[in-house]
Structures are given as C-alpha cells and as structure tokens.
C-alpha cells in the first residue's frame, strides 16, 4: 500500500512538470503578437482546419542533419517536413545558337547564307543553311547534302526533315545545308568548276587550291558547330544504292549512332581521306555517310526511306517524341563485296536493287555488241545487292554488283578492328565517290600533301 501511495506521488509530479514546458493560452497570443504580420497571416491555400505544415500528402520527420551543413536548433514542439525528392536543379534556360555570325534564339527557325566564295572571278556563292534552334537542351546535327552537285535525293530528305520539326517542340539544333556544292547543283555536275570533287579536300586549308578553301570554310563555320552529322550522297556515275548508312564502326561514338537509323543496311567504312565525315569523325563528331538511290533523279521510295530513318534518328537522340514505327526496326549489318566485269560492252542486270540472291546465282550479262560475246557475272556468295551499276556501256574491271554478306553488330566491327590496312583498297565509298579519271583529280592527292605541308609550317 504505502509502495502504490509513493508511485502515485512520482506520477502527478511528472505531470506538474510537463504541464509547464506547454505554454497557457495568453502566453500562446502574446507570442502570436509578437510576430511579424507576414508570418501571423494564415496561408490562404490550405483547406479549413489544417495547420500550416500539416498539409494532405505530406508525412512528418525527425530533422535530417546533412553532413557538413550547419543544423538548425528544433525548437519542442515544432515539426518538419519530408518531401518528395525534387529533380537536380540545373540552369534550365537554353542560350542562343550562334552560328555564321547569327545568333538564334531558343524556340526559332531561321535561314542564313554561308558564301562559299567559289565563283570564276571570287565572287560569293551564297549556300542557304537552315537552323532550328529547340526550347531545349539537347545535341546538335547537321544534315548536308549535294556535296556532288548532281546527287538529288539527299536534298529532298533534308527539305522534308527541316520544314516538319517545330523548333519549340525540339531538344537541340538542327541544321540543314540541302545543297552544299550550288555551283555543281546549277550546273547538273558532280564537281566543282574547276572539276575538282569538293569531298576530297575536307577539313581544307585556308590557303589552298579553290576546293580546299571552300572546304575549309564550311568545315569551320559550320560542321565544327555540330556534335553529329549526317552526310547525304547517292550512287555515282549511273550506280544506284540501297539506302545505307556507312561509318568508322571502330569509333564506339560512331557505331553507337549507327544504331538509330532504324531498318537501315550499316556497312563498316572507314572513309577515304578528305571525305566530309572522316574529317568530322577525326574531329570527335558522330559522322556517318548516308547512301540513298542513284545521282540525276529524284526517287519517291528512297526518299521516304530517308525521311523516315532521320525521324527515327530524331527520336532516338531525345530531339524529338515522334515517331514512325518500322516493320523491322533493328538495323542491318553487313560485309560487302563489288563485283567486276572482267570484258567491256552493254550491261544488262538480271536482279533488282534489294534483291537477296544465292551463292552462283546469275546476277547480269555484258555482252559484246560487235562479236556477240557474252559475259556471264555470278554471285560469289550468297547475300544481298545492296548497290549496283544501272544498265549501260561500261568497261573492263566496271564494279557493276555490290553484294552485302548479312552479319551481326559485333562481328562487323571485329572485322574492321582486324583488317584496319584493308580500308583503303576495299572501301565501298572510294567506289561510289571515286573522283574520276580527269587530270585535275589526279592531282589531288599531291595537292593535299602540299596544302598539309604549308600547314604544318603556318
């Protein structure tokens, strides 16, 4: 008894002494007085009969001290607040793209003119150059086409392309250059004027010969801006292309963009030296070549083909949400091989662009219109005409049929990383861009040597 008696005593002396650490009723006002009016004023977005900080949603947690920052004194009584974790806040605000001495706004399209100075008497080509500048962050790419002024197909991919992204649904920049080589396009030539095939002289040289010294300006005033490019170009010299894209697949970059095409051949190409994207591409650009149709025509199918494979590059660089689904969306790899006429005469083919074909299977006849004699070319191995030579006269050692060996990602670029030396003999791109037989190309390479050599002594 006298045990319960003291246990009672120790219970209402507690509650004596927690009953004064809670302030009276007027000692609460004289506090509320005492505050600023901003702080007494009741916060006008909560509903009726919540307490500031006890809004719906919202649990209640001792202080976090984080490690390193000062911690404020909790007072008895007061609580705080675990919210949900905001996203990393970063400076959001897109700055203006400044390119050729413009300066884009976020959320704008403009058309601006890179003057190529090419002309007979140094006058001033003006290239239009068209730039799509998004509301948001994001990588910038470049589509150019027409660098061989009679290659058509690339034009219309990249007018399609420009005029359908609305700059304020777009994260990144897009520019377009539809005709590089205006002087070729006026023309319906493949060269330069002075026959010069401009795609040998990248990145240039500002005291060069005329070719180098365009080369060298669009090069730095406009593919230096980009983080990727896409390089339009067709067939040349009456071969048509299966639509393709070619890259340095041993460039982890490279082969990663290569991916993004859709249903789209991919052949490992290292390029030849002065080539647009092997200039890029040794720059640290994401640069690949993007084969489509036959020169001096405009084809509907791959041009859509185009269209659609650069929406889905759009896509998946986070550029744009929109996009066209593929019945095949994978990409495919390839090993290719040309074959050759070993006669001269007229070119009749017996397959079609995109045919799949077996190993002997007869792919076309060269015959000889004087004698009558025929040469029968067959398929060295089972696979696809990724690229062939339309029907004509042609000469001994005319590559005619491009057949591509079907294989995967992996082995494509095991293969490049183990006969590197073979680029430059077996390169598919040397023989769709080769630059001719006119003296002026033959030529270039000891003009390249020279303009590398001054150079190298500026």
Sequence with gaps: MNRLCRALSVLLLSAGALAQDFPTEAQLAAQSASLPEALRAPDPGLEPGLEPGLELGLELEPELKLEGAPSAAVQPGQRRLRQAAAPQQE?????????????VE???????????????????QPVPVLVRHGAKSGPVLCLTSAI????????????????????????????????VNVSGFTRGSRYLPDRRDLNRFFPG?????????????FFN????????????????????????????????????????????????????????????????????????????????EE????????????????????????????????????????????LFSDVKLGDRVKNGQVLGRVINPVDNDEFVMKAPFSGRVIGLALNQMVMPGFAIFHLGGETTQAQAVREARRHPADDAQMDSESMDESVGDDEASAAEPQERREEAEGKASE
């Design 148 to 179: 061989h002024g009679d290659e058509l197909n690339g034009i219309e991919v990249v007018r399609r392309v420009m005029n359908s992204v609305d700059p304020k649904e777009l994260s990144g920049t897009l520019i377009g250059v539809p005709i």
């Design 91 to 103: 400076d959001t605000k897109v700055k203006p793209f400044h390119i050729l001495g413009a300066s």
């Design 221 to 300: 005033q406009i593919i230096d801006r980009c983080t990727h490019l896409v390089d339009f170009h067709t067939g040349s010299f009456e071969r048509s292309n299966l639509p393709q894209v070619r890259g340095d697949l041993r460039i982890p970059q490279v082969q990663e963009f290569t991916r993004g095409f859709g249903a789209t051949t991919v052949l490992h190409s290292a390029g030849t030296p002065g080539m647009l994207r092997r200039a890029a591409s040794d720059r640290g650009i994401a640069a690949i070549t993007f084969e489509i149709g036959a020169p001096i025509r405009l084809e509907p």
């Design 205 to 217: 040289a500002p005291r060069g010969s005329n070719a180098s010294r365009i080369a060298y300006s």
């Design 106 to 124: 976020p959320g704008s399209a403009v058309k601006l003119q890179w003057a190529s100075t090419g002309g007979f008497l140094g006058d001033s």
């Design 303 to 346: 041009i859509a083909h185009g269209v659609r494979a650069i929406e889905t590059l759009l896509n998946k660089l986070g550029m744009i949400e929109r996009v066209r689904v593929w019945k095949e969306a994978q990409p495919y790899f390839y090993d290719s091989k040309w074959v050759r006429t070993a006669t001269g005469g007229m």
